[in-house]
């Protein structure tokens, strides 16, 4: 199974920097998972913050992720320094071609055929 990052934006203004975040936790130890899923799960609250405290949510977005780390034994100092880069690149090259295929919606799953 290959996953990609195919953030939302317009719906969802701080999916990018969720999707970085991500990005960053997996470059740096097993906890992707656990950073991802809480973000989907409560991507209704960061939305509704969102409308009156952009910077603040951005903000709670990077302290989850390196706290998410941390608790499970990532390099924090690494952690923080990708964070703090933010290096949209992966995302963005995921965006492309998520594009490129007719993606519009997440997610959307492709299967192969024949052989596994």
């Not at 609250?45 to 009156?52: A, V």
Request: charged share 20%; aromatic share 8%.
């Amino acid at each position: 199974m290959i996953i990609k990052d195919f953030p939302l934006t317009k719906t969802h203004p701080w999916a990018l920097r969720a999707a970085v975040d991500s990005n960053c936790i997996a470059e740096n130890g097993p906890t992707y998972w656990q950073f991802s899923d809480y973000v989907h799960t409560h991507q209704q609250e960061f939305n509704s913050r969102l409308k009156t405290e952009f910077d603040k949510t951005l903000s709670a977005l990077d302290e989850l992720a390196v706290k998410t780390g941390e608790r499970n034994g990532v390099d924090a100092l690494k952690l923080q320094a990708c964070i703090a880069r933010q290096n949209a690149a992966t995302v963005q090259s995921s965006l492309d071609e998520g594009r490129s295929l007719g993606v519009s919606a997440t997610p959307t799953v492709f299967c192969q055929r024949g052989g596994i």
